[in-house]
């Protein structure tokens, strides 16, 4: 019976990993191309003669990647930083205080976040053309607020519920004010959550694509997903450079998540149902 | 997360005794202000925004301001045939996304509930496609498909699916298959979602059906389906409901074409501002592409109130 069982159990993980392999396999191809030289690429051939990184020296030649690699990370990183800064005293709103309407400003936050970006498109983009805003990573770093934020709000949210109260009580019966126990109790109880929540924002703007496909136009503003259409240069074209893009898009979202995982998990399940 | 706003509100020392200072009632509201700020910058006004010009009449060839044309749009809308289609279309895509996803979701859900170092392991990297970019899967998915490079062309060339030219390049194949990658791309939530329901089935409900003498068969019909029907009843209507929306997965590997065979409404709405330049008219797309959001998710709330 034992026996049997242990077997059954190594015959069902042979099947996961020939299934995972399987259903992953078109992410494991761009990886694979990104490495392989554009002669074995164009032959067709699945046996590589050898690696070469020709492609990643490649695209970090061109000015113009670059360029959005830079936008890239100053808007993530701002948006993440912003996301933080400002999801950190909502949620502790939401969850230390009982105000008139505290019910309906988590909804309405909540809302934001089942909204997709396609839905509100049209409306943003003329209101920040209107402006003159367009083709500035100031209103792209604006609208990528979005992405994030609700999930971080009640995800944070999740967290200081399970604070328990007592601790910050006692902090303000020391004489600090409710701000100062939130700071100095709270928060440090809480970093692991915040951490978790900035990388999420982070993530989510640096792959987001149909708004900054919409907002911006001009190259010096471009952010990668952008400049990765434009390595589909008509006259000098390789898949090997392509492909090498997208790794360098992926990357930091992969090595993000599985270190997030378990709290990314959870903002999944919670709602957070932004893909 | 538990429910929402179980927490007991923070009793202050003597608050029953001196009226509380007008700051202690305005710092909750003045912690919470910047996250409403965001939401309605980003949702509330650009919402009532839309719906205002959606009465306009803004065509930019003509006029360059938008003036007010009542129920121009929607007439026009309910008389452009190629937005029909493009509706039509996405129910097509919006029903065949969440049937692949089922369908690949459901099998693996069940591959992967058991507790070995490997199934867990799986259940992680499983998620890759959900967390991925669109843009970098759409463009490993066009190389999949390149009539030149592409390995899966190949495969298809061989079976005679495809011909000399990528699948992308035929009508019904591209939709086909894109709606296929939709759902590749979208799979990870529902197995996740299946994954937690299934993990909530008590073990004796098996054990007992096995001394009762059930097949695996009968206990997949008697125990398991109707235990986890209601999760995947929930998050595919979540699911379709992203999938309805789509945009970047069918911009990305054909921009909609060939001859609109993959334009979902989406395009539909994003080509009526930025190629034919009518802001207002696609402003008319977008609420009614609301409308319908709002009447799903009321009916979605409902079956999960009914849970």
Redesign the interface.
Known sequence: MNEESKLKSLVLDALTIAVLALVLLPIIWVFIASIRPDADIMTRSLIPTRITFDHFANIFARADFLVALRNSLLVGGIVAICTVLIAIPAAYSLSRFTYLGRDFIGFLILATQMLPAVAVLVPIVIIIRSLGMANTLTALTFTHLALGLPIAVWMLKGYIDAVPRELEEASIIDGSSQLGAMFRITLPLIRPAVVAVGTFAFVLSWGEFILALALITSAEVKTLPLALQTLFDPYSFSWGVVMAGGVVIAMPTIILFLLFRNQLVGGLTAGGIKG | ??G???????TA?ASDTEPRPFGD?A???A??A???V??L???????L??LW?SFQDWYLLRNPQPVWGGLINYQALFADAALWRAFWRTWIWTIGTVAVEIA?ALP?AL??N?D?A??RM?S??????????????G???R??L?S????LH?VFQFFGVAGNSSILNDPNMALAIIIFISG???MP?MV??LL?ALKSIPGELYEAAAIDGASPWQRFVTITLPSIQNTMLIIGL?LG??AF????LP??MTRGGPQDATTVL?IS??KA??TDLR?AY??A??VV??AI?AVA?FFSLKLGRRK
């Open positions: 997360m538990a929402p706003f179980e927490s007991a509100p923070m020392p009632i710092l909750p509201y912690l919470v910047p996250a409403v965001v939401a910058a980003i949702a509330v006004v650009p919402l925004y839309a010009l690949i693996l591959l992967l058991r070995t490997i199934a799986a992680a990297l499983i998620l890759l496609p959900w967390v991925m970019p669109f843009i970098v899967l463009y490993g998915w190389f999949l390149d030149e490079v592409g390995a190949s590749w791309k979208g939530f996740l979602a937690a979540v409901i992203l929306y789509s945009f970047d911009w990305i989406g709405m994003y501002v930025f802001p696609a402003a797309i977008s592409m609301l959001l998710s």
